[in-house]
């Protein structure tokens, strides 16, 4: 099974929290990899037919949104 959308998840999940802990004025950009991870958790998801994890990660999009939208 091809997971690149898992990997691209976990990779920019990832790289999301190290910019946002770091405390490094990078908060906007750590949205926009947390919004890249959570986008792809959901097309990987959507492949493997799993609800729970669609679920989580459309919450995610929507939080990330948030998040966007209250940095401008």
Partial sequence: MNNT???LGTITGITGAL??????NEV????I?????AVSWVIQGAKNNDKSLILLNAVFVCVNALGLY???
Wanted: no cysteine.
């Fill in 19 to 24: 910019l946002v802990a770091l405390n490094i």
């Fill in 28 to 31: 906007f950009t750590g949205y």
């Fill in 33 to 37: 990899f947390f919004m890249v991870s």
């Fill in 70 to 72: 209250n940095w401008f």
């Fill in 5 to 7: 959308w898992g990997w």
